[in-house]
C-alpha cells in the first residue's frame, strides 16, 4: 500500500495543510458534543428531578444509559462495524442528524420518558461517530504528528464541558428554559456540523484498502479474535477500562470536592470544575501534542500515571481540607490532558489495519462505556463504605491502568501507519 499525501514523510503544502487541520477539527467535534452532553445532563439533573418528579429508577436508568454509558457504547459498537464497511465519511456526517434529532427530544422535554428517550439516543450518535472520527483523525495526519492532530480532538473534549458550564452559569437564572438553550446550542451545533461534514472527503486510506480487497473476503469483527487482534483488544480494554472507572466514580464524588472547596457556592463550584478541564486543555497543548510523536509514549503515558496516582493517593491519605482538594484537581487535571485518554485514541487507531480500525475501536470503547453503565450501579454502594475507602479503591484502579499501560504501550511514534501496519504483520 502506497503512502498517501497526509501521512508521507514530506509535510503537505500549506493548503493540504490547512485541509488537514479543518477535517480534523470537523472530526473532532464528535468529542465536544460528547462531552457537552455529558455535562449538559449533570447540570439539568437536578432541575429535572424537582421539575418532573422523576423517581430514582427512572434515574438510574438514564445514567446507566446516558451518553456517558451504555448507549454510546452500543452505539460505538454499531458505528464502527458500519464505519469500516461503508466508508467514514457515510457515518460521520450523517450521525450528527441523528444526534439533532436525539438532542432535541431533551431541548424540549416535558416528561421523564422523554429525557430517557433523548439520552439513549444522543449515545447511540455520540457513540457511531467516535469510531469514525478517531479513525479519520489518524488517516488524515502527516506521519510524524499523529499524536498532534489526535490531540485537537482530545482538546475539543475538553472544551465542551467549559463552555456548557459556563453557559450553566450565565444562565442559571432561568431554570428550565437555561437548560433548554444549553442543549439547543449542541443541537444547533450538530446541524451546523452536518452541512459542514457533507464538503469534507473520504478517508483516501479507507478508499484504497477497500479497493484492494475487492473480490475477497470482507473484513470483519470476526478477525478481532486473532491473537494479534485480541491482544491489542485487551491491552487497550484494560489500560483505558480501569482509567475510565476512576474517571466515571469521580464524577460521582467531585461534587463533595466542590462543596468542600467551594464553599457550596454555585459560581465558585463551576469555577474549579471549569479550572480542572481548562487545565486539561493546556496539558494537552503544552505535553501530549507537543511530545507525543517524539519521545518514548511509554515513559509519557508513565509519567502522567504516576502523577494521577500520588493526586488521588492525597485524597485517601490526608483530610479534605480546601488546599488538599485544590491540590488533588490541578494534579489530577494537569496530568490526565497527556494521559490513559488521550493514549486510548492514538493507540487504538495504530494497532489495527484499515478495514478494521473502526470496527476495534468501536468494540473497545463499547466495552469500555458498557462497563461504566454497569459499574455506575454499585458506586452508591461503594460511597456507603467512606470517602477515604473510595479514595483507595480509584487508587487501585488508577495503579492497575498504570501497570497495563506501561506493560503493553507500543512504540510507534514517527512511524507511518503503513509501516505499523507492516510491522504488525511480519
Not at 463552555?163 to 449542541?186: D, S
Not at 452541512?195 to 469534507?200: H, K, P, Q, V, Y
Not at 474549579?272 to 517524539?294: C, E, K, P, T, W
Request: hydrophobic share 55%.
Amino acid at each position: 500500500m502506497t503512502e498517501r499525501a497526509g501521512n508521507a514523510g514530506a509535510a503537505p503544502d500549506t493548503a493540504g495543510r490547512s485541509a488537514v487541520w479543518r477535517d480534523t477539527i470537523l472530526a473532532g467535534l464528535a468529542n465536544y458534543i460528547d462531552s457537552g452532553s455529558i455535562v449538559a445532563g449533570s447540570l439539568a439533573l437536578a432541575l429535572w428531578v424537582e421539575t418532573y418528579h422523576i423517581s430514582p429508577t427512572m434515574l438510574g436508568l438514564i445514567g446507566a444509559f446516558s451518553a456517558n454509558a451504555i448507549s454510546a457504547g452500543v452505539g460505538a459498537l454499531i458505528g464502527g462495524v458500519l464505519c469500516d464497511r461503508f466508508g467514514r465519511k457515510r457515518i460521520y456526517q450523517f450521525d450528527m442528524l441523528f444526534y439533532a434529532f436525539g438532542m432535541a427530544w431533551l431541548t424540549f422535554a416535558t416528561a421523564p420518558w422523554m429525557i430517557f428517550t433523548g439520552f439513549v439516543l444522543v449515545g447511540l450518535a455520540v457513540g457511531a461517530d467516535i469510531p469514525a472520527s478517531w479513525s479519520l483523525i489518524a488517516e488524515l495526519a502527516p506521519k510524524r504528528e499523529r499524536g498532534r492532530f489526535s490531540g485537537i480532538a482530545q482538546v475539543l473534549w475538553y472544551l465542551g464541558p467549559v463552555v456548557v458550564l459556563l453557559l450553566g452559569l450565565v444562565l442559571a437564572p432561568y431554570g428550565i428554559l437555561g437548560i433548554r438553550l444549553i442543549f439547543g446550542h449542541l443541537m444547533v451545533i450538530a446541524l451546523v456540523l452536518t452541512l459542514f461534514r457533507s464538503r469534507m472527503h473520504e478517508s483516501a486510506y479507507w478508499t484504497e484498502a477497500k479497493a484492494a480487497s475487492a473480490g475477497g473476503p470482507e473484513a470483519n469483527w470476526r478477525q478481532l479474535l486473532t491473537p494479534r487482534h485480541l491482544r491489542s483488544i485487551l491491552f487497550l480494554v484494560g489500560m483505558y477500562g480501569f482509567w475510565n472507572l476512576w474517571a466515571g466514580t469521580n464524577g460521582f464524588f467531585f461534587p463533595y470536592i466542590l462543596r468542600t472547596v467551594g464553599g457550596q457556592s454555585q459560581e465558585a463550584s463551576v469555577a474549579l470544575q471549569a479550572l480542572n478541564f481548562g487545565l486539561g486543555i493546556v496539558s494537552i497543548l503544552l505535553v501530549f501534542m507537543r511530545l507525543a510523536d517524539r519521545v518514548n509514549q511509554r515513559v509519557l503515558f508513565m509519567t502522567s500515571a504516576l502523577l494521577q496516582i500520588g493526586g488521588m493517593a492525597l485524597l485517601a491519605l490526608l483530610p479534605l481540607t480546601r488546599e488538599v482538594a485544590l491540590l488533588h484537581v490541578c494534579i489530577m487535571a494537569a496530568a490526565c490532558g497527556f494521559g490513559a485518554q488521550s493514549f486510548f485514541q492514538l493507540w487504538s487507531s495504530e494497532l489495527f489495519p484499515t478495514l478494521l480500525r473502526s470496527t476495534a475501536q468501536g468494540v473497545t470503547f463499547a466495552i469500555v462505556r458498557i462497563g461504566l453503565g454497569c459499574f455506575s450501579f454499585f458506586v452508591p454502594m461503594l460511597t456507603a463504605t467512606g470517602f477515604h475507602t473510595l479514595a483507595w479503591i480509584l487508587v487501585g484502579f488508577l495503579a492497575a491502568s498504570a501497570v497495563i499501560g506501561w506493560i503493553g504501550a507500543p512504540r510507534n511514534e514517527g512511524k507511518s501507519l503503513e509501516e505499523i501496519e507492516a510491522a504488525h504483520g511480519a
